[in-house]
């Protein structure tokens, strides 16, 4: 039986278990960072994750320190080699397109960092398997792959006397046996770090980066092979700055950053000489995450060392833009304490599960259809009404 609703509360519901979720309806994923509600409870952060007790952001929120924003203000820190930064993320398991419009200045808000290598964009890493911190770290454990924009240096080997501000793009492979991790990475002069559009997706082994600047078309910026990569990943935001003072840690130790907050207040500093300057405003507008749909043409071809840029622009050049579909059928689990919204311009209908302490929104401007299998766990809060999505 079908119930079909025009107006709909729920507290209550009966657990059902049912295997790991479909992989549709990604864009539940999407975050438009109008709700600072969504931070702890959509994103997770590997300072937490990982057991680190040393959390590398000053400050970090959702519409608060920048209205619609996610705003990240890093310490002195870093990703390179076995250095970890900042990253606010969330696990994906599937083939994905992740799109953001970033921009970044110093901390004061008036041009661009001061500090070398001070850039904010989109990572996706291997996930390390260890909570407790130092304790369960091990050099050389470092899988990624990041696009980030802000000032990076005047004399990169890669761009050697090129002016800010900069894409940094790297790549970085884990070597265990031989640590520590070997960072890859380019740079390029950029005509601006404001309102930058960043995506990038993730094709079975293909790793496609893309830039677009504000009244531009979108380009691939570069392209990886990451066989190596697991099938779930952590995607989302990173931010590092003052590299002048992280570097003095290298290459002995790694360590002392990761678990360490390196401000004013550090205790035990290797490098106590050596001065601070963290000045690094990352601000992100949105998270939208896309499912991939590959053209016929393309089904077989190398995506990183066969297909051109135009033929890769072909279904990965589109606009992005808030999720509004005209139909659609959900049947993603949304998880423990998970905020959500789903709006479509007609009908919606759905058979999922909705987990303790979820707080889920769907809304649709014709009908709303909830199948059998469509449960609210005790707890739960839901709301279903008719409001059609601009």
Request: hydrophobic share 40%; with cysteine; proline share 4%.
């Given at each position: 039986?079908?119930?079909?609703?025009?107006?709909?509360?729920?507290?209550?519901?009966?657990?059902?278990?049912?295997?790991?979720?479909?992989?549709?309806?990604?864009?539940?994923?999407?975050?438009?960072?109008?709700?600072?509600?969504?931070?702890?409870?959509?994103?997770?952060?590997?300072?937490?994750?990982?057991?680190?007790?040393?959390?590398?952001?000053?400050?970090?929120?959702?519409?608060?320190?920048?209205?619609?924003?996610?705003?990240?203000?890093?310490?002195?820190?870093?990703?390179?080699?076995?250095?970890?930064?900042?990253?606010?993320?969330?696990?994906?398991?599937?083939?994905?397109?992740?799109?953001?419009?970033?921009?970044?200045?110093?901390?004061?808000?008036?041009?661009?960092?001061?500090?070398?290598?001070?850039?904010?964009?989109?990572?996706?890493?291997?996930?390390?398997?260890?909570?407790?911190?130092?304790?369960?770290?091990?050099?050389?454990?470092?899988?990624?792959?990041?696009?980030?924009?802000?000032?990076?240096?005047?004399?990169?080997?890669?761009?050697?006397?090129?002016?800010?501000?900069?894409?940094?793009?790297?790549?970085?492979?884990?070597?265990?046996?031989?640590?520590?991790?070997?960072?890859?990475?380019?740079?390029?002069?950029?005509?601006?770090?404001?309102?930058?559009?960043?995506?990038?997706?993730?094709?079975?082994?293909?790793?496609?980066?893309?830039?677009?600047?504000?009244?531009?078309?979108?380009?691939?910026?570069?392209?990886?092979?990451?066989?190596?990569?697991?099938?779930?990943?952590?995607?989302?935001?990173?931010t590092y700055t003052d590299w002048p003072k992280i570097s003095t840690y290298a290459p002995n130790n790694f360590l002392y950053q990761n678990s360490n907050v390196i401000n004013a207040n550090a205790v035990n500093d290797p490098t106590a000489g050596t001065p601070l300057n963290p000045d690094l405003i990352g601000q992100f507008d949105y998270a939208r995450f896309d499912e991939v749909v590959v053209p016929t043409t393309l089904m077989g071809v190398d995506l990183v060392s066969q297909a051109s840029d135009a033929e890769l622009l072909s279904f990965l050049g589109y606009d992005s833009e808030a999720y509004c579909p005209f139909d659609i059928h959900?049947?993603?689990?949304?998880?423990?304490?998970?905020?959500?919204?789903?709006?479509?311009?007609?009908?919606?209908?759905?058979?999922?599960?909705?987990?303790?302490?979820?707080?889920?929104?769907?809304?649709?401007?014709?009908?709303?259809?909830?199948?059998?299998?469509?449960?609210?766990?005790?707890?739960?809060?839901?709301?279903?009404?008719?409001?059609?999505?601009?």
């Open positions: 039986m079908i119930k079909q609703l025009l107006l709909f509360f729920c507290t209550l519901g009966m657990l059902l278990i049912i295997p790991k979720g479909s992989m549709a309806q990604i864009q539940l994923l999407n975050d438009e960072f109008d709700n600072a509600a969504t931070l702890h409870a959509n994103w997770l952060n590997i300072n937490d994750e990982e057991g680190w007790n040393a959390e590398h952001l000053e400050v970090h929120d959702v519409d608060n320190s920048t209205t619609g924003h996610l705003h990240m203000m890093p310490w002195s820190s870093s990703w390179y080699q076995d250095f970890r930064g900042t990253l606010i993320h969330k696990r994906v398991d599937q083939n994905f397109v992740v799109t953001s419009e970033v921009t970044v200045t110093n901390r004061a808000g008036t041009g661009l960092p001061s500090s070398s290598y001070s850039l904010a964009g989109i990572m996706l890493r291997t996930p390390r398997n260890f909570s407790n911190g130092a304790a369960g770290w091990t050099a050389g454990g470092e899988n990624y792959i990041f696009l980030a924009t802000g000032f990076a240096a005047n004399n990169h080997p890669t761009c050697s006397g090129c002016p800010g501000p900069h894409f940094e793009v790297k790549t970085t492979t884990e070597r265990p046996f031989n640590p520590p991790s070997q960072s890859n990475l380019e740079v390029s002069s950029i005509p601006t770090a404001s309102n930058v559009q960043i995506r990038v997706a993730r094709i079975d082994h293909a790793i496609i980066v893309l830039n677009r600047f504000p009244g531009g078309n979108w380009q691939v910026h570069q392209r990886y092979d990451r066989s190596d990569f697991p099938t779930e990943l952590q995607v989302g935001f990173v959900v049947d993603r689990t949304i998880t423990v304490g998970q905020i959500a919204e789903m709006s479509v311009q007609n009908d919606l209908t759905a058979d999922n599960l909705i987990q303790l302490n979820a707080d889920v929104s769907y809304k649709a401007g014709h009908s709303l259809e909830f199948q059998d299998d469509f449960e609210v766990v005790l707890g739960a809060e839901f709301s279903a009404e008719i409001d059609v999505c601009n």
